[in-house]
């Protein structure tokens, strides 16, 4: 019983880790597409409008 619970509790601290590590990749991506789309912006390629906010609510 003890060792299930163990078991258990590892799976759940690897569960919230993984979590925290799509979230900071989910950010990170979102960061570099803005810094793009600025990039482009800047270069008069692309117009900000073609760019959505990305809907990152769903993580946190």
């Known amino acids: ?17 993984a979590k925290l590590i799509i979230r900071y990749q989910f950010f990170l991506y979102f960061f570099t597409i803005d810094i793009f789309a600025l990039y482009l912006t800047s270069t008069g390629q ?15």
Do not use: N, S, W
């Not at 692309?46 to 946190?60: S, V």
């Open 1 to 17: 019983l003890f060792y299930q619970t163990a078991i258990d509790h590892v799976y759940f601290y690897e569960i919230e880790f």
């Open 46 to 60: 692309i117009g900000r409008k073609t760019m959505k906010q990305p809907q990152i609510e769903f993580l946190c």
